[in-house]
């Protein structure tokens, strides 16, 4: 799977951006965001399975950001609202055939494909 990540950039405290992520290639289970700020781990953001549409998120970001796939176009898109300084990172898109959504946040292991990163920047 080959995924491309768009939609990143500046937006100053309170206002929204959409990120979007095109997939090509075989099917998968799920699909996400992570995010990693400077100096910071990278974290879990938002997952959906790709068939049932089934949505995570974590608890920064819940009530903020909606996940959401159209299966026709093989794109997810994050839509993200309320921005905070705090949410400034780069942005990957990931995917993977095996683990649902439901465990993105705690999953040890690695995904299958990323996409590149995409910045967003919140201004305070």
């Known amino acids: 799977v080959q995924l491309q990540a768009s939609g990143g950039g500046l937006v100053q405290a309170g206002g929204s951006l959409r990120l979007s992520c095109t997939a090509s290639?075989?099917?998968?289970?799920?699909i996400g965001w992570f995010r990693q700020a400077p100096g910071r781990e990278r974290e879990f953001v938002a997952a959906i399975n790709w068939s049932g549409g089934s949505t995570y998120y974590a608890d920064s970001v819940k009530d903020r950001f909606t996940i959401s796939r159209d299966n026709a176009k093989n794109t997810m898109e994050l839509q993200m609202n309320s921005l905070k300084p705090e949410d400034t990172a780069v942005y990957y898109c990931?995917?993977?055939?095996?683990?649902?959504?439901?465990?993105?946040?705690?999953?040890?292991?690695?995904?299958?494909?990323w996409g590149q990163g995409t910045l967003v920047t919140v201004s305070s």
């Open positions: 990931a995917a993977d055939s095996f683990v649902d959504a439901k465990f993105w946040d705690s999953w040890g292991g690695d995904f299958d494909n």
């Open positions: 290639g075989r099917s998968f289970k799920s």
